[in-house]
């Protein structure tokens, strides 16, 4: 079984950066793209970034130019540094393998909070 751990959020002021991190205890095959979402309150969970086995990345409208997606596959950790933080930022930030792969449950997420 596989399973994903999120870290590395927190409460950080607008503009500001934060990275974060997902770790598997388990394995992540070279062949797999992931990705990184996020819920915020009140709204649908959305698929922020994700990135193919082979390093292609491709980013929702809303974090362009601001936040970029990495993997160190032998590690298996997935990474999403987030620059220029802004307010509507705020919400709890889950990886996972994109559809139709995703795993059976998400995990418990890490909670990035955008706030002067």
């Known amino acids: 079984q596989v399973q994903l751990v999120e870290s590395g959020g927190g409460l950080v002021q607008p503009g500001g950066s934060l990275r974060l991190s997902c770790a598997a205890s388990?394995?992540?095959?070279?062949?797999?793209?992931m990705g990184w979402y996020r819920q915020a309150p009140g709204k649908q969970r959305e698929l922020v970034a994700h990135?193919?086995?082979?390093?292609?990345?491709v980013y929702a409208d809303s974090v362009k130019g601001r936040f970029t997606i990495s993997r160190d596959n032998a590690k298996n950790t997935v990474y999403l540094q987030m620059n220029s933080l802004r307010p509507e930022g705020t919400a709890l930030y889950y990886c996972?393998?994109?559809?139709?792969?995703?795993?059976?449950?998400w995990g418990q997420g890490t909670q990035v909070t955008v706030s002067s």
């Open positions: 388990g394995s992540i095959f070279s062949s797999t793209t």
């Open positions: 990135i193919t086995s082979g390093g292609t990345t």
């Open positions: 996972d393998l994109v559809p139709p792969f995703r795993l059976p449950h």
